[in-house]
């Protein structure tokens, strides 16, 4: 059996997409997820990924978004 460095060092040399998977189900086995509420945030993801597509919505750059956010804590 891999002791606690030995498997994070292998954990490290994986992919990130790999890593992530490897850190999502670690907390997973921390925090468990809310069913309700990943079901729920799941719904409204699809729905402003489909607004995206269809055009009904303009994505905004993130740093637009974050130079407003500066500029309404600045008032």
Do not use: C, Y
């Not at 498997?7 to 990130?16: T, W």
Request: no cysteine.
């Amino acid at each position: 059996m891999h002791g606690v460095k030995e498997i994070i060092e292998e954990a490290e040399s994986l992919p990130v997409e790999e890593r992530v998977m490897v850190i999502d189900s670690l907390l997973r086995t921390i925090n468990a997820p809310m069913t309700e509420v990943e079901a729920e945030w799941l719904k409204v993801a699809e729905r402003r990924l489909s607004e995206l597509r269809s055009g009904r919505v303009q994505p905004v750059p993130g740093h637009e978004v974050f130079a407003r956010i500066r500029a309404r804590f600045e008032k």
